[in-house]
């Protein structure tokens, strides 16, 4: 079976098998790439890649943190995303730009070689596992989120994602879908690759950036929803108990989007099942990232 698949690598869209690094690259050894997370979604005036500007904007930043420079200017940069969407021939994807520092001579300093790759995969709206039809059941890590004392944790970084790692690995062995991260003061962080949110009393909370989280750019988007309809969220921190008897809670980013918890550290959450709420603000990311909602129009960039 042909693969026609394509990977943009420094400029030029190469084939998928052919997108190779080699084995001394400084990225895979000392963890020194930044990359971004994005999505595209098939509307009906064809497909659309949601808030990318902000995206690339947040991969520039997180490339200015580790002291990269990157050979491409963000223009340039969106560019190749359209470029590798159009090559693929998807309308509906995940989007990886990985920007990292390559190989030469061995050893911790960088060198000034910085790569970047850019590779899309098919992946339709409300398709991660657990979560969106179900409930995603949860469980707090042992595994303490990384302090941004440490290393920049604003940065979506490679090497942010051991911990992560480490964190979904514990969730699964013990019977979960996803991990829950503390910070250093024992305050609720966020999942290993989303945000969190809970309800109570009709209120929704979230912690705030200054609790370790990384910047979200779907959390921003659900912020900015609940407030436009009248409602209230609000950033402070959370203890692990706010969580065990909220009334709902949820977690969101783009691959997750939003996606129903019900269970933590096997204690239900409300009555066991999706709560309402959390179930409106599913439909009603949907209609934002399928551009039904014309209020967030300026969210798209159709292709
Ligand atoms: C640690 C972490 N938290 C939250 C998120 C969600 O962020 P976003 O909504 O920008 O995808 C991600 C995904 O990039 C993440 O890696």
Same mark, same amino acid.
């Given at each position: 079976m042909s693969d026609n698949r394509k990977i943009w690598m420094n400029g030029e869209l190469v084939c998928y098998k052919d997108a190779k690094i080699h084995v001394l690259t400084h990225a895979l050894h000392y963890s020194t790439a930044i990359f971004e997370g994005i999505r595209c979604y098939n509307t009906k005036k064809g497909p659309a890649i949601f808030r990318l500007p902000e995206h690339i904007d947040r991969l520039f930043k997180s490339a200015k943190m580790y002291s990269m420079q990157i050979p491409y200017s963000k223009n340039q940069i969106s560019n190749a995303i359209i470029k590798t969407i159009?090559?693929?021939?998807?309308?509906?994807?995940?989007?990886?730009?990985? =920007?990292?520092?390559?190989h030469g001579e061995m050893g911790l300093t960088p060198k000034n070689d910085i790569n970047v790759s850019i590779a899309c995969w098919g992946w339709r709206i409300g398709e991660t596992s657990a979560g969106n039809v179900t409930g995603a059941?949860?469980?707090?890590?042992?595994?303490?989120?990384?302090?941004?004392?440490?290393?920049? @944790?604003? $940065?979506?970084? =490679? +090497?942010?994602? =051991?911990? $992560? $790692?480490?964190?979904?690995?514990?969730?699964? !062995?013990?019977?979960c879908d996803e991990a829950i991260l503390l910070n250093h003061q024992g305050k609720i962080t966020e999942g290993?690759?989303?945000? #969190?949110?809970?309800?109570? %009393?009709?209120? @929704?909370y979230t912690p705030p950036l200054t609790a370790g989280i990384f910047?979200?750019?779907?959390? %921003?988007?659900? @912020?900015? @929803?609940?407030?436009?309809?009248?409602?209230?969220?609000?950033?402070?921190?959370?203890?692990?108990?706010?969580?065990?008897?909220?009334?709902?809670?949820f977690m969101v980013g783009t691959a997750a989007e939003v996606k +129903?918890?019900?269970?933590?550290?096997?204690?239900?959450?409300? %009555?066991?099942?999706?709560?309402? #709420? *959390?179930?409106?603000?599913? !439909?009603?990311?949907?209609?934002? *990232?399928?551009?039904? %909602?014309?209020?967030?129009?300026?969210?798209?960039?159709?292709?």
């Open positions: 159009k090559a693929n021939l998807l309308n509906e994807c995940y989007i990886r730009p990985i =920007a990292y520092y390559g059941k949860c469980k707090i890590s042992s595994w303490i989120k990384i302090d941004p004392r440490s290393q920049p @944790m604003k $940065a979506k970084a =490679a +090497s942010n994602y =051991a911990n $992560a $790692a480490l964190a979904r690995i514990e969730a699964l !062995n013990d019977g290993s690759a989303e945000h #969190i949110f809970i309800v109570k %009393d009709g209120c @929704m910047n979200g750019i779907t959390r %921003d988007s659900i @912020m900015k @929803m609940i407030k436009l309809d009248g409602e209230n969220v609000l950033e402070v921190d959370l203890d692990r108990e706010d969580l065990y008897v909220a009334d709902e809670v +129903s918890v019900t269970e933590i550290d096997h204690i239900k959450i409300g %009555d066991g099942e999706p709560g309402m #709420i *959390t179930r409106k603000l599913q !439909n009603k990311f949907k209609d934002v *990232t399928t551009g039904n %909602d014309k209020r967030f129009s300026s969210w798209l960039l159709y292709i």
